[in-house]
């Protein structure tokens, strides 16, 4: 289904990325992962894409470094798809979150997506490639959570690049959407899940299908949004939460 594409993945050392870069590239497109930490502690993630593309490239970007994100772009000879994922999250209650708090999340999950999808964008009409970018969101883009102040800020920013972008880049035949991850069992929410009980308690009152969600669930959307099935798509959030952003009593 995707051969002959290349397809980008930021993140792609962390759960929801590696899962994504591995279900495009079972499809046949070729992977370059980016991801700020080393190569060598992303080794096992590497190896996990590279079953299915054996020519998967890693490079090392911060996605809040313009200059590195341009340079990379520039070393590309084609590309077909960007999956704008890298994110963190850092729970720190309202009255307490610091200046710095509100700014990482600022600089990574937002100005991180605009650095990467402007760039690529750049590329692809250059190019005259009608390709396809794909950011990761979350239900808390839309639904207010506990403690989270700085990242569902971040993450309503990306909806709106989502919709903004998809309005500005139509008329090149880029397509920009977004899947909305509600709580998955892995990742950020997973290191949550494990390290705040008062996280942990919340979550299991929230979610109508009872279980988080899983990685490959989420990349198994990322993989429709890149699929030719989605090529009348375009200013759409995914949402896959179990039904967390339904209203709810008892939470
Ligand atoms: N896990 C969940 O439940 C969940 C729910 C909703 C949305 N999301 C979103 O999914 C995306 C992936 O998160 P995950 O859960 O897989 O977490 P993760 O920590 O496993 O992966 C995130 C990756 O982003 C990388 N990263 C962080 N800062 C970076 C930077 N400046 N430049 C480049 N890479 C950077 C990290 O090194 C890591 O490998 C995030 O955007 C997150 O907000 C996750």
């Known amino acids: 289904m995707l051969q002959g594409k290349t397809a980008i993945v930021t993140g792609a050392a962390g759960d929801l990325g590696n899962a994504m870069a591995r279900q495009l590239a079972e499809k046949g497109a070729h992977i370059v992962m980016w ?28 996605v809040r470094d313009r200059a590195a994100v341009d ?36 600089d990574i999950n937002l100005t991180g997506c605009f650095n990467v999808c402007q760039a690529a964008a750049r590329k692809m009409v250059a190019d005259g490639t009608a390709g396809r970018l794909i950011l990761t969101s979350s239900w808390v883009g839309a639904i207010p959570w506990p403690e989270i102040s700085a990242y569902t800020v971040s993450k309503a920013g990306v909806n709106m690049l989502v919709k903004q972008m998809a309005r500005e880049l139509a008329a090149h035949g880029i397509l920009v959407n977004a899947v909305a991850p509600g709580i998955v069992n892995a990742g950020l929410a997973g290191r949550q899940l494990r390290e705040e009980p008062q996280y942990a308690a919340r979550v299991a009152k929230v979610i109508p299908l009872l279980e988080p969600g899983s990685p490959e669930e989420i990349a198994a959307a990322v993989l429709y949004l890149a699929s030719p099935q989605t090529a009348y798509m375009t200013g759409s959030i995914l949402t896959l939460d179990g039904g967390c952003s339904l209203f709810q009593f008892d939470a």
């Open 35 to 62: 991801d700020i930490v080393a190569r060598a502690e992303a080794a096992e993630a590497i190896q996990r894409v590279a079953a299915h593309d054996a020519a998967v490239e890693y490079t090392e970007v911060d």
């Open 71 to 106: 340079a990379a772009i520039a070393d590309l000879p084609q590309l077909d798809i960007v999956c704008s994922n890298a994110g963190i999250v850092e729970a720190q209650p309202f009255l307490a979150l610091s200046q710095e708090n509100w700014q990482n999340h600022l």
